[in-house]
């Protein structure tokens, strides 16, 4: 039986890409990747920012909760720590008021800022964080001006 059209493969024959077909192939994976990681690496900080601000929300219930049980918000800058470990001087604590065993830092790390009474709201508390490294505003439970 003979098959027309067909031609045999040589023994010894390598079939391989040739150099211009991965120089191609590299190219358009360039491009795709300076499309997507710009994309990306910015939901990326959104996605920080918007962890600090639920994390600051979650900070308002405990806080809340305290307030209730206490008669006033914890005095200090220190004071997120009565959220976890009862004060000596508080009579009605019920917590502990955060499910950690420690106070959690912000997304990239820091600290959350806690000033009671607050600067920006003298009736409660001041809590804020950082944000991002080199960002001039910080995520805050007061409205930051932008200008």
Known sequence: MKLTGLHPIKQGARSAFTLVELLLVLVILGILAAVVIPKFSGRTEQAKEQAARTQITTFRTALDAYEVDNGGYPRGRNGLQDLIVQPRDSQNWRGPYLQSDRIPTD??????????????????????????????TPIANWTVDKR
């Not at 790390?109 to 009736?123: F, R, V, W």
């Open 107 to 136: 997304p990239w790390g820091g600290e959350y800022i806690y000033e009671c009474p607050g600067k920006h709201n003298p009736a409660s508390y001041d809590l804020s964080s950082a944000g991002p490294p080199g960002a001039n």
